[in-house]
């Protein structure tokens, strides 16, 4: 949710938002998972979306690569970080090779 804020306050682009979680997708764009033990946060990424335009978009697990990186990274490290203008080193070999193109619609 800090990356989605951050994204908004550096940027007046539309927002992207790739998943390879088709559960989670749903949440955002219907009113799945309201009731279950992450309906708050739903909430919260929800009512961060409606402040700018957004297209929902899923990809397959292995365009997904540099997330799961990170969040191993962010476990392993127990650190977060934000890196502007520059990949971490921890992702510069997947980078490249998870950028998705997008059909904004």
Not at 25 to 47: C, F, H, M, P
């Amino acid at each position: 949710m800090q990356g989605l804020a951050l994204a908004l306050q550096h940027s007046n682009l539309p927002v992207v938002v790739q998943t390879d979680s088709s559960e989670t997708l749903s949440s955002l764009t219907n009113d799945a998972l309201l009731r279950s033990a992450y309906g708050q946060i739903v909430l919260e990424i929800k009512a961060l979306l409606g402040i700018r335009e957004f297209f929902p978009s899923k990809i397959s697990r292995l365009q997904n690569r540099v997330a799961d990186r990170l969040a191993k990274y962010s476990r392993t490290e127990r650190a977060t970080a934000i890196w502007l203008g520059s990949a971490p080193p921890c992702i510069e070999d997947l980078w490249p090779l998870d950028c998705n193109s997008i059909s904004m619609q």
